[in-house]
């Protein structure tokens, strides 16, 4: 009976852990959508009909989730930041990594930046930073981190504690 349970308790946890998302990375954002964690996308992302790495980010106080589509360049990576309230790339190239507008080639998906929840002032503060040759897990915790800051942050996307 003994190893009828430990049998069943080691079958669940294996379950358990091969169908989860994994987590790469956590860490603080210091805004109102508290710390963050990453996982990854199980299966890749197919973005202009290239296949894509991706992953999800979720905040300890928001059920926002945002994905990252990370896209090969000719000249570096693309980073697609989808989420329900604001859409954004972060790009780099030989110089520096930072935060644009979405390309015209996204509207057809149905994917733009618009402003009514944009924080321009932060906008223009991330447009720069850091250097733009990261490792991609390395980049994901700065979109990760810095995201929060770009939107214009209202009482409906937090919840209280």
Known sequence: MKKMILMTVLLAAICTVT???????????????????????DNPVSMKGDECQAFTISYENTPMEVTIIVCKDRKCRKYVVLSDKLSVQYVCNKVYFGVERLDKAFENDGHKTTDENLNRVEYFHQKVLGPGQQPVIEATKLIAAYFPFLLNTNTSMTATR
């Open 19 to 41: 169908f989860g998302k994994k987590v790469v990375a956590k860490g603080q954002t210091f805004s109102a959508l508290g710390n963050y964690k990453i996982e990854t996308v």
